[in-house]
T-cell receptor
Framework: GAVVSQHPSRVICKSGTSVKIECRSLDFQATTMFWYRQFPKKSLMLMATSNEGSKATYEQGVEKDKFLINHASLTLSTLTVTSAHPEDSSFYIC??????????????FGSGTRLTVV | QKEVEQNSGPLSVPEGAIASLNCTYSDRGSQSFFWYRQYSGKSPELIMFIYSNGDKEDGRFTAQLNKASQYVSLLIRDSQPSDSATYLCAVIRNTGGFKTIFGAGTRLFVKA
């Protein structure tokens, strides 16, 4: 089945530093990937839609200069949290739709990244 | 009104019972409906998808869709403690372009 690999699974960083999270589709090409964040016991919040070869589409209220997204190939999207602060501590999850387009059998999610900013 | 609404729970059922999870959505033009399971500290995993009115069965899971009532449910038969998780309902909304909207999830506890 379709697999999305996400790394790292956990990261602790100091306040003010930047952290890069990678999301790879291992056995399919993903022209579009999605980035979510999730706070404890809360649902997924879509942050942005990552489009291969073009700029990401950010949801309202998400700072594009803080959460940099690069989708340089059909199998790799990265999310960089710049100048991280403790309030950025969260669970970040990427996903992709193996079918793509408007017909979907559902998303495949990466394993998530637990970011802790100290 | 939230686009996808679920009772947050927790829903507690005894082992072996049927767990019934419900979801309503607001966009009448929605076409595709999904149930995901999320264990604590893990990412969601797809359980089922349903497109047409009626029931769809897969093992112990049955998804039910009623587009007229804008209602989708998930039944888990012979519930097991390992089914204890948060279940997320998701809908692909067609209005304003295809976009997947997730509900807040229902926490299910299956008591041994």
């Amino acid at each position: 089945g379709a697999v999305v690999s996400q790394h790292p699974s956990r990261v602790i960083c100091k306040s003010g530093t930047s952290v890069k999270i990678e999301c790879r589709s291992l056995d399919f090409q993903a022209t579009t990937m999605f980035w979510y964040r999730q706070f404890p016991k809360k649902s997924l919040m879509l942050m942005a839609t990552s489009n291969e070869g073009s700029k990401a589409t950010y949801e309202q209220g998400v700072e594009k200069d803080k959460f940099l997204i690069n989708h340089a190939s059909l199998t790799l999207s990265t999310l960089t949290v710049t100048s991280a602060h403790p309030e950025d501590s969260s669970f970040y999850i990427c996903s992709a739709d193996p079918r793509g387009g408007g017909s979907s059998y559902g998303y495949t999610f990466g394993s998530g990244t637990r970011l802790t900013v100290v | 009104q939230k686009e996808v609404e679920q009772n947050s729970g927790p829903l507690s059922v005894p082992e072996g019972a049927i767990a019934s999870l419900n979801c309503t959505y607001s966009d009448r033009g929605s076409q595709s409906f999904f149930w995901y399971r999320q264990y604590s500290g893990k990412s969601p995993e797809l359980i089922m998808f349903i497109y047409s009115n009626g029931d769809k069965e897969d093992g112990r899971f049955t998804a039910q869709l009623n587009k007229a009532s804008q209602y989708v449910s998930l039944l888990i038969r012979d519930s097991q403690p390992s089914d204890s998780a948060t279940y997320l309902c998701a809908v692909i909304r067609n209005t304003g372009g295809f976009k997947t909207i997730f509900g807040a999830g229902t926490r299910l506890f299956v008591k041994a």
